[in-house]
Nanobody
Framework: QVQLVETGGGLVQAGDSRRLACAATGLTFRDYTMAWFRQAPGQHREMVAAINGIGGDTYYSVSVVGRFTISRDNTKNTMYLLMNSLKPEDTAVYSC??????????????????WGKGTQVTVSS
């Protein structure tokens, strides 16, 4: 059974940094493109960042490029999201997702195969 478990959320102040982690079990981690999505209240879920199976290719949404860094450690079956210079508009539930693909082929949440339950990140002004 595949499980994705996010950790690292919490309440931070604007300008702070935070690192999220997504631990995966039940799958061959390196075979999956991994991504972070977020959903704020009343908003659609959007992809924040993605990384391919070997970690050589990444994608960032315009809203986070230059502030967030996605990475993965295939020896630990874990993906990370380092969030710097956080803004109140970054407040959302952040979820990790896995797509059985060697490349970042989609930014659509419907195309991802497995999901974590999410972790809340709240940025106060």
């Amino acid at each position: 059974q595949v499980q994705l478990v996010e950790t690292g959320g919490g309440l931070v102040q604007a300008g702070d940094s935070r690192r999220l982690a997504c631990a995966a079990t039940g799958l061959t981690f390196r075979d999956y493109t991994m991504a972070w999505f977020r959903q704020a209240p009343g908003q659609h879920r959007e992809m924040v960042a993605a990384i391919n199976g070997i970690g050589g290719d990444t994608y960032y949404s315009v809203s986070v490029v230059g502030r967030f860094t996605i990475s993965r450690d295939n020896t630990k079956n874990t993906m990370y999201l380092l969030m710097n210079s956080l803004k109140p508009e970054d407040t959302a539930v952040y979820s990790c997702a896995a797509d059985l693909a060697n490349v970042i082929e989609t930014i659509k949440d419907a195309d991802y195969d497995y999901w974590g339950k999410g972790t809340q990140v709240t940025v106060s002004s």
